[in-house]
């Protein structure tokens, strides 16, 4: 009797707990999704003009639409012209090391180009590229 319940104190004892594995591989991948970073969209799509020297830009994260009669779109918004700076410094702000990318409608007016761009450097953000797509 004595040699039975030692043998199943022995069985009992070889089992192993996989509970704090199990919290370790949640917390990782709880950390994964909240450090990634995600494709943003600037809410509508535009008809981009050609370049043949235009070049991939990476880490670009304010992502500035303008449509073909001038509207301008950040984060899936429509945005009027005298809010876009306030827009872009928040959204600096979240991410201080992104970059500006304007894609403006090839039938877009300079104008309302023009006046993106100098809304994103009044916010501080230099770095401001134009899309455009490679021919």
Known sequence: MKQHFQNLVEEEEANIDMTPMLDVVFIMLIFFIVTASFVKEAGIDVNRPEASTAVQKDRANILIAISENNEIWINKRQVDARAVQANIERLHA??????????????????????????????????????????
């Open 94 to 135: 979240e991410n201080p090391q992104g970059t500006v990318v304007i894609q403006a409608d090839k039938e877009a007016k300079t104008d309302t180009l023009i006046k993106v761009m100098d809304a994103s450097r009044a916010a501080g953000v230099f770095d401001v590229s134009i899309a455009a797509q490679d021919e």
